[in-house]
């Protein structure tokens, strides 16, 4: 199976930490399985050019936060990915009728702990903006070490996880040291074809570089939602909660996350997603004095502080042409952006703004499906039944 998207889009972001780019977004994946030894083997790998494509400095995104430039934490830009997204292997074998176990070990991978990461999510498809939310839920999509087991039955996951808890670096051509020094554990639960729900909890050694002394414990819970709609369409809808404590603090910072895709026909697609989710000063790098681009200097706040900081996005795709392996799309997001007038003065506005304008490949294959949210080996995917 091969599979994957791009997106070439532009990007504008308003305001005193706006920006604007042109660049493009992708990822591409294989995966081949094989019955092996009374199981099935899988081999797969995921690989992206976000590093050329929207430089190591990443693609301006307001309220966004997590990992470094040039030893600098990121701010108001979403990071690009690692080249080496995945790359591992899974084998899976029957216990009895109705039940089996699994591992899954990955130099590059994915361990149980939060939702399927948001690029995978047929609620967030379309969709080229990670989420404001990305390290309150599913940062630990790449994690430069992982191993994996699990017992699961038609309806229902339970998986464990050692993984390596620190963050990529900023070299995002190689693979980062392979530890296995953080743990997770993960339930999944599929009451129906439709639904999936999943929580999961996780410690996290280290996880920033500029902060090595540091730990952090994160909990997560999902509910996904997808159906069929008409003879060529689909919805999917995604509810997400997240919440960090760092080793250095007594309470937990908290995300929230709506989103929800829905492809009316062959030609039209809506998408939307709402957020709300609490960063400290330090997290939004207004922890120091910052000087704004006309040189006003405006004073810090202490580096623990939190702001509550949202989130309101919707976007539309219309699909120009299709070939016999992939459709082509042009589409459009607008964002709404909240902030608290304590940071007012740092944005420029209570409501700055946010737009992508983009042109999008992805596989035929995914553009006609029935929504069934089955996991496998730690990733719910769809079942194409055309």
Do not use: C
Not at 184 to 211: D, F, I, Q
Not at 245 to 254: A, C, F, G, L, V
Not at 288 to 304: D, K, Q, W
Not at 344 to 359: A, H, I, M
Request: aromatic fraction near 10%.
């Amino acid at each position: 199976m091969a599979h994957g998207f791009v997106f070439a889009q532009y990007d504008k972001q308003s305001g005193e930490r706006g920006d604007d780019q042109f660049g493009s977004l992708n990822w591409g994946m294989l995966m081949a399985t094989h019955d092996f030894g009374g199981g099935r083997f899988q081999a797969r790998t995921m690989l992206s050019l976000d590093p050329l494509t929207v430089t190591k400095r990443g693609y301006p995104l307001l309220l966004q936060t997590g990992e470094t430039y040039k030893r600098e934490p990121l701010h108001d830009r979403q990071h690009p990915h690692d080249f080496w997204m995945e790359l591992g292997a899974l084998y899976q074998r029957e216990i009895n009728k109705g039940l089996a176990w699994s591992i899954n070990a990955a130099p590059s991978g994915e361990p149980a702990l939060g939702p399927v990461a948001f690029m995978h999510r047929p609620s967030a498809m379309d969709n080229p903006a990670a989420p404001l939310t990305h390290h309150w839920q599913d940062a630990t999509h790449v994690s430069f070490g992982v191993l994996t087991g699990g017992i699961y039955s038609p309806r229902w996951q339970v998986e464990g996880s050692a993984f390596n808890g620190r963050e990529p670096d900023e070299n995002r051509w190689n693979f980062d040291p392979v530890k296995l020094d953080s743990y997770s554990g993960r339930l999944t639960v599929n009451p129906t074809a439709h639904w999936s729900l999943a929580a999961g909890y996780g410690y996290l050694k280290s996880p920033e570089s500029l902060n090595p002394d540091e730990s952090m414990h994160r909990i997560t819970a999902s509910v996904l939602y997808g159906a069929r709609v008409g003879t060529d369409g689909q919805w999917a809808s995604a509810f997400i909660w997240g919440a960090n404590k760092h080793s250095d603090q007594t309470s937990w910072s908290n995300g929230l996350l709506a989103e929800t895709e829905a492809i009316f026909d062959k030609h039209n697609t809506v998408f939307g997603r709402t957020e709300l989710v609490q960063k400290s000063a330090a997290d939004l790098v207004v922890d120091n004095p910052v000087v704004l681009r006309s040189g006003t200097i405006l004073p810090g706040f202490p580096a623990s502080e939190r702001f509550n900081v949202g989130a309101l996005q919707l976007g539309y795709v219309r699909e120009l042409a299709r070939t016999h392996w992939a459709t082509i799309g042009l589409g459009g997001a607008g964002t709404l952006n909240f902030v608290p007038a304590a940071l007012e003065p740092y944005y420029g506005s209570r409501n700055p703004t946010g737009l992508f304008v983009f042109l999008r490949v992805r596989p035929f294959h995914l553009a006609r499906t029935t929504m069934r949210m089955n996991d496998v080996g730690g990733k719910q995917i769809i079942h194409d039944h055309d």
